[in-house]
């Protein structure tokens, strides 16, 4: 069954379901994007700091290779990270991506975080990078402003390194902001989106700017209990998405999984989602969420289990913190 897809200000398609990469060991990610392949997945959702681009372009190669699959029909996003959002960093990071993903071009290259942070050369950065100097202590900002960074991804398009450009992370004002210069449209918004995070204002926003959404972290809390302290902090005292009444109720009437349901509340708003999966079961069906309905009743009891709860707050769990949802 082909996955629908959502149409991008920059006239590409995107499909509606993809994998997401974060956490996928580089070791594993040949096999994992390969098999994600097999499954039906078209996207897959990288990012450099997920230190798995090169991996996971041999997986897609390999099912290119065998026929499976062609280079039209899969969707890249990638993203940039934080410490090299200067023009001449961010070309040259969009090469090197582009280049260790094996397949041409990006389909879709995102700044990862509206926010820079001082260059470190990507030899000395060590996964997790997250926002640390090479060392792993200090966090230094760079004096580098938006338009800088969005110019230079408008000469990744322009390079055909990547065929559309969009942000993620970015609040309403750098929306607005990036829409006075934009030469090329910011084609889509990642963000994270969960009934507990459900930003509905956001949301309109992009969605009437035609700028696609992307949730990450669908199932709120169950991607932060597998990480350090810092970040599980928020997440382990809070119900797991799967178990509440809303969610519950409608995978019972609809005959799907909570996760299912989930994924279905995203995806029936228009908003494309990207779930991560190692287990053969789940991510297949992680994939099956736009072929039935949840009713307006229960997409709203849904949406009202929103508390604002932000997982992926570096302005919570860095030392010194960084308030960029403020
Ligand atoms: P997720 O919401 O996809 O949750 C992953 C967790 O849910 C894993 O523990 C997995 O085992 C479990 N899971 C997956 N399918 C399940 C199912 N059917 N039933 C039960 N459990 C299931 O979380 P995520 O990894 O945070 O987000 C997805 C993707 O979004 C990432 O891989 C990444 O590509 C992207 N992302 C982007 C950003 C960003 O800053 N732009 C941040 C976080 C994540």
Redesign the pocket.
Known sequence: MPVSSVTLASGQEMPLVGF????VPAEKAADIVYNAIKVGYRLF?GAYDYQNEKEAGQGVMRAISEGIVKREEIFITT?LWNNYHRKDHALQMAKAQNEAWGLGYLDLYLI??PVALEYIDPETLRYPAWWMDAEHKTIRSAKVPMHETWQALEEVVDAGIAKSIGI??AQAQTLYDIQTYARHPISAL?I?HHPYLVQPDLITLAQEKNIAVTA????GP??FL?LPPAFRERAKDVPPL?EVKAVKAAAARTAK?P?QVLLRWATQRNIAV????NNVD?LK??LEVTDFDLTEQELKEISALDVGLRF?DPGFYLDEPLRIFA
């Not at 997401?20 to 956490?23: N, R, T, V």
């Not at 990450?216 to 199932?219: E, G, K, P």
């Open positions: 997401g990469l974060w956490k959702d993203k990862h975080f993620s992370n990642q994270e990450y972290s669908t199932f169950q991607s597998e799967f999984s996760a990207i779930p991560k999966s789940r069906q992680n992926n």
